[in-house]
């Protein structure tokens, strides 16, 4: 489906995943203003922005993985690890919606989008619904 879209239509998709991204990011304030507006195309925020979004999806990617490393033998990772992993999917999508992308970039975004809900089905089905 993506990848038969026009440009128009792919930048619908990546802001409506990455707004729906953002919801599970666990951002507040002056970074989620400052977030919502680059994934609009706020040119002057984007660099700081993205800067501060890349260095927590960092940590917050690390934290995950060493609770997942910790947890060897284990089935069920704690439910912080958890929540950092969707945070960090979450900021997956944000990020990859502050560039120009193509329908590659697009996929990414909707994936990563779907990949910060417990709920996947829901947000994969609200991307579509609001993008037809």
């Known amino acids: ?37 680059a994934v609009d195309g706020g040119e002057v925020a984007r660099l700081g922005v993205r800067n501060a979004l890349a260095a927590l999806q960092q940590q917050l990617d ?5 609770a997942q490393d910790s947890s060897e033998g284990q ?7 958890l929540q950092a992993f969707f945070r960090a999917r979450a900021l ?4 990859g919606a502050m560039v120009e992308v193509d329908a590659a970039g697009a996929t990414d975004v909707v994936y990563e989008a779907i990949a910060s809900s417990q709920n996947e089905d829901e947000v994969a089905e609200t991307i579509w619904q609001r993008t037809r």
Request: hydrophobic share 55%; glycine share 4%; proline share 6%.
């Open 1 to 37: 489906m993506i990848l038969a879209l026009p440009p128009f239509k792919l930048r619908l998709v990546v802001e409506t995943a990455a707004k729906l991204a953002l919801q599970n990011a666990g951002l507040e304030g002056s970074l989620l203003r400052d977030a919502l507006a």
């Open 92 to 95: 997956a999508a944000v990020l």
């Open 62 to 66: 690390d934290s995950y993985l060493d």
């Open 75 to 81: 089935q069920d990772l704690p439910a912080e690890a």
